[in-house]
């Protein structure tokens, strides 16, 4: 299988990012949240690499740290929205009828609001914090979920192997998760990798609007929106995390593109 250029440029990147996150307390060179008044605003230097904020914060080590918040309610998120889904779009396209009328319509009721302004309204009810940020994300991702795997499952049950195991008196239960669900992973996957990114997109825009992760832990969205005030004294402040941001979900998405090709035959015959 041949894996392209940006498709391991996307692993790398995930991967550096997960590390730096699992890692943080050993690579950050300072505590995140530890003031220096001695030093505000300070420019890179040999003793602060991209400088310090407006508090004397580090701000090397609050992106590392950020990473740790960022990433973690992007995949707290993308799991309650795989699993909602997956459960959701197993149960109505297994079952059709008045079941799978109910359940889809809920999931465009869903999509009928706009995905940022629906987690805003879940987290402005909530309360303003970590897991109420991953919980908002999560439900907004769920109708895409819920959609993609019910119609997988209404093109599998019809297939013979299928019929094959109803034949030989398997369950319902046993022939979602036995059959059918091993045969729609692929397409899973996928819209897996590419909820990541969107999700991390999501919790910056939560943090960036004091509806995420709160003060003073760091996250990337938070780091802009505490520099708002500051881009024309030290536009690093904003440029930092901003970059990683665009950085990780550029490589989230060349990687989700690279899974649709390997794990996708049509795009395999392609090339």
Sequence with gaps: MKVSVSGIFGAVVLAAAIVMAIFAPQIAPYDPIAQNTNALLAPPSAAHLLGTDFLGRDTFSRLVFGARASLGVAFSATTIALVCGLVVGLTAGYNGGWVDGLLMRTMDGLLAFPALVLALAITASLGPNARNAAIAIGVTGIPAFARLV??????????????????????????????????????????????????????????????????????????????????????????????????????????????????????????
């Design 150 to 271: 019910r119609g997988q499952v209404l093109a599998a049950k019809n297939l013979d192997f299928v019929a094959g195991a109803h034949a030989m008196g398997a369950s319902g239960f046993r022939i979602v998760t036995r059959h059918i669900l091993p045969n729609i992973a692929a397409p899973v996957i996928v819209q897996t990798s590419l909820a990541v990114p969107a999700a991390i997109i999501a919790e910056a825009v939560l943090g960036f609007l004091g509806l995420g992760v709160q003060p003073p832990t760091p996250s990337w969205g938070s780091m802009i929106n505490d520099a708002k005030s500051y881009l024309e004294q030290d536009p690093l402040l904003v440029i930092a995390p901003g970059v990683t941001i665009f950085v990780t979900v550029l490589a989230l998405n060349f990687l989700g593109d690279a899974l649709r090709d390997a794990l996708d035959p049509r795009m395999r015959g392609r090339r």
